[in-house]
């Protein structure tokens, strides 16, 4: 821990406080001056950064999660286990800081507890479901985490009772996570003339539930990639050396749900009969996901588990990544009123504040895992 | 696959409704159809593009005073201080107006977009926003399909502006301020019935004048709001919309839901306790 107080100026401590510091006071400004001040949002386009990448694109890199606690609490699929509380930790954060930007975007944010405390119930309303999605995975995913800080704070009475409750968290989260993974999806289905017809189709809900599996996985590949170097110190050489085939295991699932999710697109592609859209600007730009974005990492992440090559893993996971992020912007910004004739881009001052978000969950999970047995083995008391 | 899933869930999902949607699923389709709304026809035939409603309106929501209006044909928007505007617009029948505000459509996208039930669709059928209720999600902007609800992007304090149908008027039995108070009598006042039989007297005692059309009959399920015009409605910026109801298309989402919470649990569990048995033996020797 005296190792990682000692170092101050790192990079990432250089580039990340003086945009935190930005960041907060374009929120006091936001709040005082009204949501306009920052941001460059429309009468047409009234959810743009925040909602379509901080919410909509953090959650399904979130994904990672529920996945993995299904393949290691419900498959039992014990060779994933080291990575479990990083993934989950990671979620939550994701959760809590994606998902909290929302209450940025929220024009009147006082009025939130209105659908919490039931004195308001929109339940026709998707948003509804997902907020209150949003909310007991949050739990779900504190529980399932709460263990390592039993074990950081030495509790073991209350350790045994907390691991005692994971597996229901875990079936508890999951079920969430299918249910609001597929309901950001479904919040756009009533925009249906608003979105470019190549990216709006009935399916959306389905679409965004699968894609957020091998986003959440790639996720993890990614994540892992950055902790394994950065916290080196903490890792045992066991999991390290556990680590490569994990990330093996994860780029064939990936492969293999990116190739059933490509499957669906090419379904309802031919089923709309979009063919001449194709050939237009919107059409191209739709090609350059599919085959660049889609295709390609789905096709490297087969060939490199074949070849057992973890580099070109990692940059299909990271081609995966960024077609999440086109996939999603896609949806709910660049071809959300694609027609209109003021375009929205975002401001300076919207992407700082997004930067904010990023930057503050990241040192925040910093300071868990330098405290918490994440990454670390759990004390030797709490294995039994 | 919503005809499926919807078949799906009526087999398996009745108890299920219960636990998430049931009063919802009692109350919704207990007949938009048959309330017979409030609304207004507009007659495009008669409007002779004065701008008298715009100021009329915002005399009567407290809104600025409009800005006169220099060239007709400029195509403004409604927007977070006018809740209606008239435009005109050169047709194959010469210059013809169009008036333009929330349609209070029958069965509200914004209102079942609306996660506190702030956005509201009374029973008399003004569609209204309710201040001490609203987040400002601005969701209701996402899902209306004519872009109706406008957002004060540049308050603290922000509230989202659309037409109401003068709402509080009509509690006291008074007609909408736009509609006492038009010249022309392009506006015409009362219920859904009586305004889908107006409009048709109107098509067949003057068919050379009127294209024959309701545009809001059977948009979006049916608006409070109907326009008659001398030409094509898409020559009057009016969209080509789809027929049925927009909160439908959310219907087969939320409507499996419920199946989703009690099955894949009891799933879950299944496959949990079935792993459990097979990996026994590997768990105690890790142990
Ligand atoms: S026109 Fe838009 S704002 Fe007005 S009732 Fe219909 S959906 Fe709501
Ligand atoms: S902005 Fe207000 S009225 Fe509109 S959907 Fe959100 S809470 Fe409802």
Redesign the interface.
Known sequence: MNQTKSKIFTPFNIISVPVILVGLVLIVIR???????V?N?T??I??GLWIGFDVVTGVAFAGGAYVVT?MV????M?QYQSIVRVTVLNGFLAYVFYAGA?LL????????I??IIGN??????????V?WHFLLYMIAQLIEFSPAIAEWLGARKIHKVLSGMT?AAV??G??LS??HQ??LG?????????IHPLWYN??I?VMFFVSSIFAGLSMVIFEGSITHRVFASQISSKDHHAQNPIVMGLSKICAGTMFAYFFLQVLVFIHEKHWGLLNTPMGYWYLLEMIGFVLLPMALFFYSYRRNNILLIRTAAILTMLGIILNRLNVTVIGFRWDATAHYIPSWMEVVVTLTVIFTEIWIFRWVINRMPVLRSSPEWA?? | ??INRRGFFKVLGVTGAAL??G??VKA?PAGNGEIDFRGILYDSARCKGCHGCEYDCADANGLPVPEPVKDDLIVR?T??TRRTVVNGYNTSKGKVFIKIQCMHCNEP?C????????MHKTKAGPVIWR?????????C???C?F?MP?????????KIQKCDMCYNRLKTGEAPACATNCPNEALFYGTRRQLIAEARKRIVENPKLYADYLYGEHEAGGTCWMYLSPVNFRELGL?N??KAS??A??K???YS?PS??VL??AF??G??QA??K??QT?EED??
């Open positions: 709040f005082w001056k009204g949501i306009g001040a941001t949002l009468q047409e009234p959810w299904f609490y419900i498959l039992k014990k929302l975007d929220l024009g009147r944010p006082w009025n939130v209105n659908p308001n119930f929109g339940v026709n309303s998707v948003l509804f479901l907020a597996v079936i508890f999951i079920t299918t249910l597929s309901g479904a919040l756009y289905l009533m925009a249906k003339e608003k009935e399916f809900p294995k039994h | 696959m919503s998430a949607i009063r919802e919704a928007s927007g977070e996208a209102a079942s977009a609306c996660l506190t039930q702030a201040g001490e209720k609203c987040m400002g999600c601005r969701y902007m996402v899902s399909p872009d406008k957002f004060e992007y540049h308050s603290a304090n922000p969209k919309i789809q927009y909160p298309l959310t087969g989402f939320l839901v989703i919470f894949l649990p879950l569990l496959i949990h792993t459990k097979e990996n590997i890790e142990s």
